[in-house]
């Protein structure tokens, strides 16, 4: 649990990762630092699960590579929905590697794979103060 007085976020995360483990960990990790979490297994399943939950979605925690569509269509389709939506993107591979698809689209945070816990709350500080 978090120590008294610690940071703690507000409102709802979509993490969207076809890794079983990774979704279960991140979403543990979120709750505890007080987010609401809805979880995703392929980019068809984030993207539909946002345009249900869009109006309760702040910030989505998004794999780089997933099944079904990308994740620059999942985030075109979410910002399609709520322009202003928060995105973080999540990857194994080096920021600027990962990022090269996604010119012209503002991020909200980078999380590289693996992560721990305090790395992930000082990306959600960043992209949900």
């Known amino acids: 649990a978090p120590a008294p007085g610690a940071w703690r976020g507000r409102g709802t995360v979509l993490v969207a990762d076809d890794e079983q483990a990774v979704r279960l960990v991140a979403a ?5 630092l007080g987010f609401a979490v809805l979880v995703a297994a392929d980019g068809d399943a984030a993207l539909e ?5 869009h109006a309760a979605v702040d910030c ?3 794999d780089l590579t997933m099944p079904g569509l990308d994740s620059r269509a ?3 389709g979410m910002r399609a929905l709520v322009p202003e939506v928060k995105v973080v993107l999540a990857s194994g591979y ?4 990962a990022t090269t698809g996604f010119a012209g689209v ?3 945070g980078f999380l590289a794979k693996p992560f721990d816990a305090a790395q992930l709350e000082a990306v959600m500080r960043v992209a949900m103060p």
């Open 28 to 32: 543990q990790m979120l709750q505890r």
């Open 49 to 53: 699960t946002f345009r249900t939950h």
């Open 60 to 62: 989505v925690l998004l």
């Open 74 to 76: 999942v985030v075109d």
């Open 94 to 97: 080096a920021e600027q590697d």
């Open 106 to 108: 503002t991020l909200s």
